[in-house]
Structures are given as structure tokens and as C-alpha cells.
């Protein structure tokens, strides 16, 4: 039998049978074995994005799966191959911004303005499907779409072994852009309120504070020697970490954006003049974070297994999100769909 999880709104899912889409031209059918809950996720559970959902809806987009079906002209995959998606439909993209895909005016987002991967079978255009390693098991390769956001923003930030960074914001994004960063080798500060995340990411080998405890800007100048931060990322979103941010860079460090805010936020632009500072926005990412990601999923540098605290299944989504909703001990809920 098939299943699937229908966001119906109002922060309720319905659950049964998933359709079975065959694969047109271009196509690929997916099984789906397991899926990630995001902050996007969230945000659709809590109705703020009713007016692209169309309801009721088959959200997620943090998915791994194997090949079960091809449509006509697809190259390169077989039935079988395990894969994760890019989940960006960039159909209208390619055409006008065919460099910027990814933050083309066009683009579409699959899991939130078209059906997603929450469902034993997704039907996806085969550009988006990247192959993941025989030996990377697919709970890990559901992780490949966060972690490949991780990969982008260092990336962008220009991250150098041997850089001071300070990650604003220890939630599953942002520690995983610690992780990536320390990857390289560089130096890693972590900010985080929640006292369950500071310690599991000093317990990864990172630095990491309570803003609200310690002098974060004194902290850092003293981990420095007075300099500063060479990278800063603004995962939180909020003004509290626009307002942090240009506190703690060096003279010409760089500010990367990552969190997502709702509302402007007042920002020091004196400090980028006194400085010379950079600010550097991150929307999503490209085909090579994803190759990137999967690269270091593949090399077992990082503590993947760390990063998920619980499995359940597709009929406990609405359960799962009200887990992350309450915060407390817990970063990454994956949800179990057919991982046979």
C-alpha cells in the first residue's frame, strides 16, 4: 500500500493512499525511503505559507529514495540507483536566468508550490536527482538537502582553514555549517541559546556560548587576540542576530546571511563603513554543494548520525512537528516513509 501525508491546514495532516504519478518524458519515479522535517516545514505547518500551498498537499523536500520508474529520454540513472532531489523547479528559469537558477524571480520550490516528497512515490523531473553512494544509507542521504544549504553558504563565505568563524544560531542549519566549516579546518564559535544544542555541539568538538550568558563579542575578541572574526553566519533570522552580527567580524571580515527574517531589522552600517566589512546573502544552493555535500557525506568527516535525534513514521508527522515546534532536546526528526 501506498502512504502519504496531506497538510490540510490549520496545522492538521490527513493520512492514506498516495498516488502512483508514472513518469512523463524527463521523469523519474522515486520510492521514497526517508524524509527530513525542516524550518520551511514548519512554516507550512503554522499556515504562514497557505497562500503557495496548495491544499490539501503532500509537503517535504529533504528526501531519499531509490529509482523505481523512468520516464522516456532520461539518461544516466538506472531503476535502483539510490538518489536524493534537488527540490528546486527551475523549468522557467532556465530559459532567462539560466546562471542563477536557484534565485531566478521563476523559481518554484517542490514539497511547497507542487507536491513533495512526504509519500511512498514522487515523480520528479530527472535534472534535480543527484546519485547518492551505494554505501551512504539513505537515512544519511535524506540529509544531503540541509546539508548541501551548509555547503553553499561556506562556500559564499570564502571559509579558509584556519579561519575564525562564528555560526549565529546552533540549530540543524547552523551546525551544520560549523560542521562543513570545521571540515576545512577552521576554527568554529558557535552561538546558541537553547542549553540542549550548546552542548551537543561542543560534545561534536566546537566551540559554542549562550549569548545571553557570555559577552559574545568579548568572547570572540578573546579567542582572537583582539582581531575579530574572520566569517560570521546569521543563521537565527531574527534582529537580535542582525544586530550581533557586525560586532563581531575583523577589520574586512566577512557576514554571510543564511536565516531567513520576517520583518527588517535594524543593521550597524556604520560598522561596515569603520570596518570595511562584507555582507554576503545565501539563498538554497547549486548542483555542486549538493556534489559537495555528498562528498562529505560519502567521507565520513562528519558526525551525520549525531545530527538525527529521532526516526518515526509518515503517520507521526504531525506529531514530529510538534516535537521540533516545542524545541528542547532535539535537531534533526527524519520520517521514516519506505525504507525497504
Given amino acids: 500500500m ?28 522515486i520510492r521514497v525511503a526517508y524524509g527530513g522535517i525542516c524550518g520551511t516545514d514548519l512554516h507550512i505547518y503554522h499556515g504562514n505559507m497557505d497562500r503557495r500551498v496548495t491544499k490539501p498537499q503532500v509537503i517535504g523536500h529533504e528526501i531519499s529514495g531509490v529509482i523505481s520508474a523512468l520516464g522516456d529520454g532520461v539518461e544516466g540513472f538506472e531503476i535502483g540507483d539510490p538518489v536524493t532531489v534537488m527540490p528546486l523547479d527551475t523549468d522557467r528559469c532556465l530559459e532567462r536566468d539560466a546562471e542563477y537558477s536557484h534565485i531566478c524571480e521563476h523559481l518554484k520550490f517542490m514539497g511547497i508550490d507542487s507536491p513533495g516528497g512526504f509519500q511512498s512515490f514522487w515523480t520528479v523531473p530527472a535534472y534535480t536527482l543527484h546519485r547518492l553512494p551505494p554505501t551512504l544509507p539513505l537515512k544519511y542521504g535524506a540529509l544531503i538537502e540541509p ?3 551548509a555547503c553553499h553558504d561556506v562556500r559564499l563565505g570564502q571559509v579558509k582553514a584556519d579561519d575564525m568563524v562564528v555560526v549565529l544560531g ?8 560549523a560542521m562543513v566549516a570545521q571540515s576545512i579546518g577552521s576554527r568554529v564559535i558557535v552561538s546558541e541559546i537553547n542549553p540542549y544544542r550548546v552542548e551537543f555541539i561542543r560534545s561534536l568538538g566546537m566551540d559554542a556560548v549562550n549569548p545571553r550568558e557570555t559577552d559574545l563579542p568579548a568572547y570572540v575578541l578573546d579567542k582572537t587576540n583582539g582581531r575579530g572574526a574572520d566569517v560570521v553566519f546569521e543563521v537565527t533570522g531574527s534582529a537580535a542576530g542582525a544586530e550581533m552580527m557586525t560586532k563581531l567580524p575583523r577589520i574586512r571580515g566577512r557576514i554571510v546571511i543564511v536565516g531567513i527574517a520576517n520583518a527588517p531589522a535594524p543593521v550597524d552600517l556604520f560598522r561596515f563603513f569603520w570596518r570595511e566589512l562584507s555582507l554576503q546573502g545565501a539563498r538554497v544552493y547549486e548542483h555542486q ?19 538525527i535525534t529521532q526516526v518515526r513514521p509518515i503517520e507521526e508527522l504531525q506529531v514530529a512537528l510538534q516535537v521540533l515546534e516545542a524545541g528542547g532536546e532535539v535537531m534533526k526528526i527524519l520520517i521514516e516513509v519506505d525504507p525497504s
Fill in 147 to 149: 546539508l548541501a544549504v
Fill in 289 to 307: 554543494d549538493f556534489d559537495h555535500a555528498i562528498e562529505l557525506a560519502a567521507s565520513g568527516k562528519l558526525a551525520l548520525d549525531r545530527i
Fill in 2 to 29: 501506498t502512504k502519504a501525508a496531506f497538510y490540510e491546514g490549520n496545522q492538521q495532516f490527513s493520512f492514506g493512499a498516495g498516488s502512483v504519478v508514472a513518469p512523463k518524458a524527463g521523469e523519474v519515479q
Fill in 170 to 177: 546552533g540549530g540543524p542549519i547552523g551546525t551544520l555549517v
